[in-house]
C-alpha cells in the first residue's frame, strides 16, 4: 500500500459531516429557527444531565418486592463496559431521583450532590461517568446546545470574542423584554421550566460589550445583534475545559480561590488601563469553564472554610463573585464525593453547617451481592483479556464471597449464619425465608456495605497472584485466597488486629464454602453417566409406583415378582433429607407429577424434577466412587483402569464447568484428599 493509499485509508475513520455539524456556526436569527423546531436546547445543566442517562433507556424488574430500576446508562455499553457500574441499582436510583426533581425545578437544583461512601465504592466512577456520557450527548442531534462569539470591529479585520462562560444566547435578550419574547417564542410552557433563562444576566465582558456597542448603534438592539453576535454550537470537552470541570484540593498554603473564579490578567491591565475592566480578567475558573455542564470537586470536604462562601453562593443562589466585578451567573450541576472519615469530620465542624444545609448525600456503598461483585473482577480479569492464563472456575467467586462477608453484620438471629445471610442476599432461597424476611434483614444492618474490603485491594491481589504464578498455566482460588490473606499484613487501612483476624475467620469460611462447591462438582462429575441415571431413575419410579399402589415388582433378573425395593427407595431419598415420616407424602408426589404429565402427553424426564434429579446422582455417585476410587489419586498409584475412569471424569469437568487439564488435576487431587481424609459431606 502506498503512503497515499493509507493516509486516505486512516482518513475514512475521521466524520467531516460530524465536524461541519459541531463547527456550525450562524445568526442570532438562525438560532431562533432552531430554538423554534427544537426548544431542548434551552435546558439548564441538570435538565440536560437527566434527559442524558434517561436516553440511554432503562429496565425494570422486582427484587424482593421492589420495584428496582436499571438504567442503562451505568453500564457504559459505549466504552464495552470499562466504567461500567454493578450492584448499585439503589444508589443510582437515588440519585437519578435528585437529578429528575431538579430537572422541574422542585429545590435540588440549589443544592450541593454529595456522594459518600468507602473508598473504592465507584463515587469517582460515578462521577466520571456523568463528565464521559455529556461530552458524547452535547456531540449528539439530541445533546446539542449552543453558545455565542462577539464579533468587534477593528482596523485590518473582524477579532471575535468568544464567551468565557458558554452563555446561552437567548441571555442576549434584555431582562425588561425577555418574559415577553420568550411568551412569543412559545417558551414558558415547556415540558420543562425554563425559569433560569428569565433570571439569568450575562457575564462580565458579555455585559461590557453589550453595553458599548449597543450604545454605538443609539440603542438599536437588532442592528447590534445582527452585527455583532455569532452563534455557535457548543460541545463539552473535560480537555478542552469546556463545559466540564475538575477541582481538586490542594494542601492549605496553595490553595487559591481564583482557580474557581477566574484571576487578573496582569498583562492586559496595561492595554485596559484598569484592573477592574472586564476584558482585563480571565474568567477561566473551574466554576467559569464549568457553566452548563457539570463540574465534581475531588475529596470536597477537604475545601479551605475560605472556597465555602464560592461554594454555598454557586449552589444556592447560582452565582460566583470574580475578583472586583459583581455577581456573575453560573447554570451548573455541582457534585463531590467523599469518604467516611472526612464525612464525620463534616458532622462535627459547625463552621461547616451552611455547607451540610445545603448538600444532599447520596451513600455510594459496597456491594453486597456475589454475583454482582464477580461482574466486577470480570471485566478485568476474564480468560479472554488475561491472555495465556487460565482461571480457574470459581476463583473470582471465592474473592467475591470473602469481600461481601467482609461488608456484611453478623445476623442477629439465632439460626442464619453470615454465610447464609450471603446467599440470601445473593438469590438464593433458603427455607423459612421470603422476600419479606430478607427486606427486614437489610434494614436491620445499620453500616452495611459502608465498612470492609474494597473492591479495589482484591483486584490488586488478583493481579498479585496472576504475576506470582510460578510457571503454572492457570491460578486457582487457592492462590487467590492466599494472596488475599498474606497481603492483609500490609493494608494500609487495616490497622487494629481485630479486624484482620475477623477477615482471616471469614477466608475459613470461604474455603469451607469452596470444598463444598468442588465435591459436589466432582460427584456430578462422577455420576454424570446419563444412561446409569435414568436407568437408576426408571428403577427408582416402577418401585415407588409399586410402593404406592401397594403392588409387588418384577425382578428383571430372576423374573420372580417381589416387595418394593425399601432399601433402593430410602438411599436416595435420604440423599436429599427426606425423613422416613415423609418419605409417604414424597413417593406420592412424585407419582402425581408423573400422572400430571400423562395427561397432559408429556414423558416423564428426571431432569424436570431437581430435588429427585439430585438424589440420584448422589445416589449414582456413592454407587460408583468406590469403583473409581478416587483416594487413590493421593497416593500416585493408580491401575489403568481406575487412571481410565479419572480421565472421563476430568473431561466431564473441563467439558461442563470450564475447567483446563491442569485446574480439572488440581480439583480432583484436592477432593481425593478430602476424601482420603474421610470428611467428605453428601450435599445439602
Request: charged share 30%; aromatic share 8%.
Amino acid at each position: 500500500m502506498s503512503s497515499e493509499n493509507r493516509l486516505s485509508s486512516l482518513a475514512q475513520h475521521h466524520s467531516i459531516k460530524e465536524f461541519k455539524e459541531l463547527s456550525w456556526t450562524g445568526s442570532f436569527e438562525d438560532y431562533l429557527d432552531i430554538v423554534a423546531d427544537n426548544p431542548r436546547v434551552l435546558r439548564n445543566a441538570w435538565q440536560r444531565l437527566y434527559d442524558m442517562v434517561v436516553a440511554h433507556g432503562m429496565e425494570e424488574y422486582v427484587d424482593n418486592k421492589k420495584k428496582i430500576i436499571r438504567y442503562n446508562f451505568f453500564s457504559d455499553e459505549g466504552a464495552d463496559g470499562k466504567d461500567a457500574i454493578f450492584g448499585l441499582e439503589i444508589p443510582v436510583m437515588k440519585l437519578m431521583d435528585v437529578f429528575k426533581a431538579a430537572a422541574q425545578g422542585f429545590g435540588p437544583e440549589k443544592r450541593i450532590l454529595l456522594l459518600h461512601g468507602p473508598v473504592g465504592s465507584a463515587k469517582s466512577t460515578v462521577v466520571r461517568l456523568l463528565k464521559k456520557g455529556l461530552e458524547k450527548y452535547t456531540r449528539s442531534p439530541e445533546g446539542a446546545l449552543y453558545s455565542f462569539e462577539w464579533v468587534l470591529p477593528s482596523e485590518h479585520s473582524d477579532e471575535t470574542f468568544v464567551s468565557p462562560v458558554h452563555e446561552e444566547p437567548l441571555l442576549l435578550i434584555p431582562h425588561e423584554w425577555r418574559h415577553t419574547a420568550m411568551e412569543e417564542l412559545g417558551l414558558l410552557n415547556y415540558e420543562y421550566p425554563l425559569h433560569h433563562l428569565l433570571n439569568q444576566d450575562l457575564c462580565p465582558p458579555s455585559r461590557f460589550y453589550f453595553q458599548e456597542l449597543l450604545g454605538r448603534y443609539e440603542g438599536d438592539w437588532e442592528q447590534m445583534i445582527s452585527k455583532h453576535i455569532r452563534v455557535r454550537r457548543l460541545a463539552f470537552s473535560e480537555k478542552d475545559r469546556v463545559g466540564i470541570g475538575t477541582f481538586q484540593p490542594k494542601d492549605e498554603k496553595n490553595q487559591d480561590s481564583t482557580e474557581l473564579t477566574g484571576d487578573i490578567n496582569y498583562r492586559k491591565i496595561a492595554e485596559y488601563g484598569s484592573d477592574s475592566d472586564p476584558r482585563a480578567f480571565n474568567f477561566d475558573g473551574e466554576f467559569c469553564i464549568a457553566n452548563r455542564g457539570i463540574i465534581e470537586f475531588v475529596e470536597i470536604l477537604k475545601l479551605d472554610v475560605a472556597f465555602l462562601y464560592d461554594l454555598l453562593g454557586a449552589t444556592q443562589e447560582h452565582k460566583i463573585k470574580p475578583k472586583k466585578f459583581a455577581q456573575t451567573d453560573i447554570d451548573e450541576v455541582i457534585i463531590g464525593h467523599t469518604n467516611e472519615a472526612e464525612y464525620r469530620r463534616l458532622l462535627n465542624n459547625e463552621f461547616m453547617e451552611a455547607l451540610r444545609d445545603r448538600t444532599i448525600k447520596i451513600d455510594i456503598p459496597y456491594i453486597t451481592r456475589v454475583d454482582e461483585e464477580v461482574r466486577i473482577y470480570d471485566k478485568d480479569f476474564n480468560n479472554e483479556s488475561v491472555k495465556g492464563v487460565h482461571i480457574a472456575p470459581h476463583t473470582l467467586e471465592v474473592a467475591a464471597m470473602w469481600a461481601v462477608l467482609s461488608r456484611l453484620e453478623e445476623p442477629n438471629r439465632p439460626n442464619l449464619s453470615i454465610i447464609q445471610k450471603m446467599k440470601l442476599y445473593n438469590g438464593k432461597s433458603l427455607p423459612g425465608y421470603t422476600a419479606d424476611n430478607i427486606k427486614e434483614l437489610r434494614k436491620e444492618a445499620r453500616r452495611e456495605g459502608m465498612l470492609g474490603i474494597s473492591a479495589r485491594y482484591v483486584q490488586d491481589k488478583i493481579s498479585n497472584a496472576l504475576v506470582a504464578r510460578e510457571g503454572h498455566g492457570s491460578i486457582n482460588p487457592f492462590m487467590v485466597m492466599n494472596a488475599l490473606i498474606s497481603g492483609l499484613k500490609t493494608h494500609s487501612l487495616i490497622n487494629d488486629e481485630e479486624t484482620k483476624k475477623r477477615y482471616r475467620e471469614l477466608m475459613s469460611l470461604v474455603k469451607q464454602e469452596y470444598e463444598d462447591i468442588i465435591k459436589n462438582e466432582v460427584q456430578r462429575a462422577i455420576s454424570a453417566d446419563e444412561e446409569a441415571i435414568e436407568h437408576l431413575c426408571s428403577n427408582y419410579v416402577d418401585n415407588v409406583k409399586a410402593y404406592t399402589q401397594r403392588e409387588r415388582v418384577q425382578n428383571q433378573y430372576t423374573g420372580q415378582s417381589e416387595d418394593p425395593d425399601e432399601r433402593l427407595m430410602r438411599a436416595i431419598e435420604e440423599k436429599i433429607g427426606v425423613p422416613e415420616a415423609r418419605k409417604d407424602d414424597f413417593r406420592r408426589e412424585i407419582m402425581n407429577y408423573i400422572g400430571a404429565l400423562a395427561v397432559e402427553g408429556k414423558t416423564f424426564d428426571y431432569r424436570s424434577n431437581e430435588r429427585l434429579r439430585k438424589a440420584l446422582e448422589l445416589k449414582l455417585f456413592e454407587d460408583q466412587k468406590d469403583t473409581i476410587k478416587l483416594s487413590t489419586l493421593v497416593s500416585n498409584v493408580v491401575d489403568r483402569e481406575t487412571q481410565s475412569k479419572i480421565d472421563v471424569v476430568k473431561q466431564r469437568l473441563i467439558r461442563d464447568y470450564g475447567y483446563n487439564e491442569e485446574s480439572a488435576t488440581d480439583v480432583l487431587n484436592y477432593v481425593a484428599s478430602i476424601f482420603a481424609r474421610g470428611d467428605a459431606k453428601e450435599g445439602d
